[in-house]
């Protein structure tokens, strides 16, 4: 009942005061949690960030941008190391399809929702290629559910710039693993947590997908030198 509870207020306040103030609200209420860890991650929505939260912090901060942290953040918290992860935009996209479809998608203890899961119930959502390319570049991109949207969002500032100490790779988590092992003095190790399941992502596209997303997700594909691999 205590999670329905959570769930149902978590959607209410997004109809109230809308996604991008929630985002600042639920940043600055991590402060003291950021403190207490010694280290600022920000959850890019559909590149393990749950299982990323949940070890560091004990439990699932939300989504919210570097941009909010800086908002909404006290100094003593943006003087902490600040980290991310972000995920193939290919691999991400058939990810994200399919945590849509199926509603919601969890990782221990935790059960994440997508905000009015009947919306993606739609014919446009039946079929991949139809959602690449008719649905997609119909949205409107500063409204777009968190999974849809660009990764570079989240890790850009106000002024366009990268604006944290170490951006990690979902393909390569060894690299983070000792980057955030040194930056808090302990040693980490982040396992695998609110999973959708598909196939290899590869097997979803053909060459006009691979296309449509190349253009629907240019930014993050230039900014972290991302390939169709």
């Not at 960030?49 to 439990?59: E, F, H, N, W």
Request: with cysteine.
């Amino acid at each position: 009942m205590h999670q329905k509870f959570v769930q149902f207020s978590r959607g209410v306040m997004l109809d109230l005061v809308g996604d991008k103030a929630l985002r600042r609200i639920r940043a600055r209420r991590r402060s003291a949690v950021f403190e207490q860890a010694g280290i600022v991650f920000v959850h890019v929505p559909k590149a393990a960030g749950t299982s990323i939260a949940d070890q560091l912090y004990g439990r699932f901060i939300g989504h919210f941008s570097i941009s909010d942290v800086i908002a909404g953040c006290p100094a003593r918290v943006l003087a902490l190391p600040r980290f991310t992860v972000v995920r193939n935009p290919w691999d991400r996209l058939v990810s994200a399809w399919s945590f849509a479809r199926a509603g919601s998608g969890s990782g221990g203890n935790v059960k994440v929702g997508m905000h009015r899961p009947g919306q993606y119930t739609s014919p446009d959502f039946v079929d991949f290629d139809r959602f690449v390319l008719e649905w997609l570049p119909a949205q409107d991109w500063t409204a777009i559910d968190g999974v849809f949207e660009e990764q570079a969002a989240y890790v850009l500032d106000d002024k366009g710039q990268l604006a944290l100490d170490h951006v990690g790779d979902l393909g390569r988590m060894n690299a983070t693993e000792a980057w955030v092992s040194e930056a808090i003095g302990k040693e980490v190790r982040f396992g695998k947590g609110n999973s959708s399941s598909h196939a290899d992502y590869r097997s979803y596209y053909r060459p006009e997908t691979i296309d449509a997303v190349a253009s629907h997700y240019r930014r993050d594909i230039a900014l972290f030198d991302f390939t169709f691999e």
